[in-house]
């Protein structure tokens, strides 16, 4: 299909799924992504493109607060570099995702261009988060979790505003669950602590 033929998307109309063949490449799949800033894509493994919609105002909310709150921590050493829901990542296993907020070390930056971190970079974070929207599945974004995990992410939290929970995942052990007023980073994060009580008033009304 030309790309001609794509650009751009009336999301008014549009499926949330995309599935051409043949696959796009990453060239025109980035050229989909230019011309179309109004939607936020992602390609899955599968080379299935999904268009995910803006988020709502609460979910927005709790997405500045979770950012604040990284952004405040890596201040205290300012070494690698954090990365908001506008941000996408080219997985090894073909995939381009976007997290809610992710970290990436300065191992992990070591010898990547200005040019390299312009577009999508070509690595997985070492830390990410996912914050749970009205609109998305619980089941899907905890498979997304796993899909983080296993192409190098060492932790990585999936907040669920709704129900008060933190699903917490890491390479070679199952997902575990915290219910409490903080949640403490590990490994890429340690000493980074996240307030979730101040996460949960921004679902308030």
């Given at each position: ?158 907040i ?13 052990l ?11 980073g ?6 980074f ?13």
């Open positions: 299909m030309a790309m001609s033929t794509l650009l751009p998307v009336d999301v008014r109309f549009a499926a949330r799924t995309l599935v051409l063949d043949p696959p796009m490449t990453d060239a025109e799949f980035e050229e989909l992504c230019r011309a179309n800033d109004n939607v936020q894509f992602e390609r899955t493994r599968e080379g299935v493109i999904q268009m995910n919609p803006p988020a709502g105002g609460l979910t927005s909310d709790g997405n500045a607060e979770i950012i604040w709150q990284l952004r405040d921590w890596w201040k205290s050493h300012r070494r690698g570099k954090v990365f908001d829901s506008n941000g996408g990542f080219y997985l090894a296993d073909g995939s381009m995702l976007s997290p809610d907020a992710a970290y990436v070390s300065v191992e992990k930056l070591n010898g990547l261009t200005k040019d390299q971190l312009t577009g999508f970079p070509r690595l997985c974070p070492d830390f990410v988060i996912e914050l749970l929207s009205v609109s998305d599945s619980l089941a899907s974004t905890q498979e997304k979790m796993e899909r983080w995990i296993e192409n190098g992410a060492k932790l990585g939290w999936l669920d505003p709704y129900v008060q929970k933190v699903y917490v995942y890491a390479p070679g199952p997902p575990a669950s915290v219910a409490e007023a903080c949640i403490n590990a490994g890429p994060v340690e000493g602590e996240l307030d979730l009580q101040e996460i949960w008033r921004c679902y308030e009304v």
